[in-house]
């Protein structure tokens, strides 16, 4: 049994993952995505002993990235209609975010 539900013998059990950011005890609305949110001590990269050793590099290739792309086509917006979240339990993110080029 699981919290008082039904016997789950021979099944899978997830637990829910979810990030620091969507802490309802840190941040007024933690479900909400908010870019300018200025306390986040996330751990996408790790910390610490796990600090991951490519982290510099892929910050600086999304960085680039990113520049480039708003070089090329300055003028976007998000397509609100059509966005959709991943499906899954261990990744918090966009399935599909398409973006409207002008």
Not at 32 to 51: A, K, Q
Request: glycine share 8%; proline share 6%; aromatic share 8%.
């Amino acid at each position: 049994m699981v919290g008082g539900g039904r016997e789950l013998h021979e099944q899978r059990v997830s637990p829910p993952f979810r990030d620091e950011t969507a802490d309802h005890r840190r941040y007024e609305k933690p479900d909400v995505y908010d870019i300018r949110r200025d306390d986040v001590g996330h751990l996408t990269f790790g910390y610490g002993l796990h600090d991951c050793l490519g982290a510099n590099l892929a910050r600086l290739e999304g960085r680039v990235a990113l520049d480039e792309l708003l070089n090329r086509w300055p003028e976007w917006d998000v397509d609100h209609d059509t966005i959709e979240l991943a499906p899954t339990a261990t990744v918090r993110g966009w399935e599909r975010m398409p973006l409207v080029i002008r």
